[in-house]
């Protein structure tokens, strides 16, 4: 569901240099403002997206959403000018509003702590590979012209027609809790049930609220909120702006790529991506998490992105961007570990969603001040020192959140927890007695 996710929303950075920039008459502004205000709508029914999801449960509410998006990303096929596009891409946010943050909701309901950072890797590693899959893909939908339709237009109908599909699908095969699922013994429903209800018994004992408003004035929600702006504000520059840069190349070495080589070479930082996030979700995982774990991604990613500016080769280039997406995609999965620890029930709900709307007004100010920036400059150079500052801000905020008296420090959530950790070993150990 992810990876479709990711590939209907970013399917537009793969039309844009591909035909659809020309067809539409758009400059680099108007690509970046339509490519943001996805997140616009998105942003505004996070919050009660997931106090629905949370309400109704996922099966229900996570299949409602895919549908809606899949029939929303179908259209994108006829659109005609830059007005219908830009109102396409705030439906397109209306309709995934709450899908992101109601998985990561869903799966903290079914995961103890303890294997929650090894989980939501394996989630995550569905955004870079979407990258390292779905732009070839891409690539070859957009070579195609099927039924008169331009190749960008075919590639929208191609990206838009699974996501209807699997979201049926997920109606029938996602369980709302341990005790629904019939592949688990009745042994293993217990354990796993006990697991979670005395984990969600220590967080409320020890946060003393788990209602929405606790969510909304807790000091690390916010904080949380930041840091995650700077890792999306880095993420999505490159996902809609990397296939334009890579059309750059071309006049810089003076080789003509085709589609289907241009979604090749857009997937090439993604795949040691993923292999990066996966050794780096297993080590936090192997010593518990610790603040580097998220703050020294930030710091590499936020010195990296500029410094791809001056590579002197376009594959130097690539080399760079290489280690700023490794480097975003580390993070992310250990970051989302973090709220669950101290929010849970309604709070968790509303606090996730708090942490991925404020996040995702990256989503629509990156690729608009990217674009507007370089149509006032000329170039990339100004757009990408922004987009290191704002994850070098996030990297400080990291530490700012482990070491401040006035915010609980992360390294005291993992100890705190540890506790509840082992006394799940025990109970685990226990069942596998019985």
């Known amino acids: 569901m992810f990876f479709i996710n990711y590939l209907d929303r970013t399917a537009i950075g793969f039309a844009a240099p591909n035909g659809m920039n020309e067809d539409l008459g758009l400059s680099a502004a108007q690509f970046g403002f339509a490519s943001g205000v996805f997140f616009i709508g998105y942003i505004l029914l996070e919050v009660p ?4 999801l949370h309400r109704f449960g996922a099966r229900r509410w996570l299949s409602r959403i895919m549908v809606s998006w899949g029939i ?13 596009l830009v109102f396409l891409r705030f439906l ?19 995961v103890p702590s303890q294997y929650r950072s090894r989980i939501l890797m394996l989630f995550y590693l569905a955004q870079p590979l979407t990258t390292v899959f779905g732009a070839p893909l891409a690539g070859w939908l957009i070579q195609q012209e099927v039924g008169g339709l331009e190749g960008w237009r075919f590639m929208f109908l191609g990206v838009a027609i699974p996501a209807i599909i699997v979201g049926v699908i997920a109606w029938f095969y996602l369980k709302d809790k341990p005790t629904d699922a019939k592949w688990l013994t009745s042994d293993e429903q217990v354990w796993l049930t006990d697991a979670l209800e005395t984990e969600r018994k220590t967080t409320e004992a020890r946060e003393k609220h788990v209602s929405v408003r606790f969510a909304f004035k807790s000091g690390r929600v916010w904080v949380l909120s930041f840091i995650y702006f700077g890792f999306i504000y880095g993420l999505y520059a490159l996902a809609f702006f990397l296939p334009t840069i890579i059309e750059g190349f071309q006049s810089q070495t003076g080789v003509t790529f085709d589609f289907f080589q241009k979604g090749l070479i857009t997937a090439i930082p993604y795949l040691p991506a993923a292999i990066i996030m996966f050794i780096w979700a297993r080590d936090a995982s192997k ?7 998220i703050a020294i991604p930030a710091l590499v990613g936020g010195i990296s992105i500029p410094i791809a500016l001056f590579a002197g ?9 290489t280690v700023t997406a490794s480097a975003i995609f580390a993070a992310l999965p250990n ?6 620890r101290f929010l849970t029930g ?15 007004l990256a989503g629509f100010s990156a690729p608009y001040i990217t674009g507007a920036v370089h149509d006032w400059t000329g170039g990339y150079e100004v757009p990408m020192f922004i987009v ?3 994850m070098l801000v996030s990297a400080a905020l990291m530490l700012l959140l482990a070491r401040s008296n006035r915010i609980v420090p992360v390294e005291r959530i993992i100890d705190e927890q540890a506790d509840t950790d082992a006394r799940v070993e025990v109970a685990e150990t226990k069942a596998k007695e019985v």
């Open 313 to 321: 080769s376009p594959a130097a280039t690539i080399a760079v961007i």
């Open 287 to 293: 010593r518990g998490l610790k603040t580097w774990h």
């Open 335 to 340: 970051f989302w570990t973090l709220p669950t």
């Open 49 to 52: 997206s997931n106090l629905a």
């Open 388 to 390: 290191g500052f704002f």
């Open 72 to 84: 929303v990303a179908l259209l994108f096929t006829w659109v005609q000018n830059f007005e219908q």
């Open 346 to 360: 309604a709070a968790a709900a509303a606090g996730v969603a708090l942490i991925n709307t404020i996040g995702n």
């Open 92 to 110: 397109l946010g209306v309709a995934e509003a709450g899908f992101f943050p109601g998985a990561i909701l869903f799966l903290s309901l079914w």
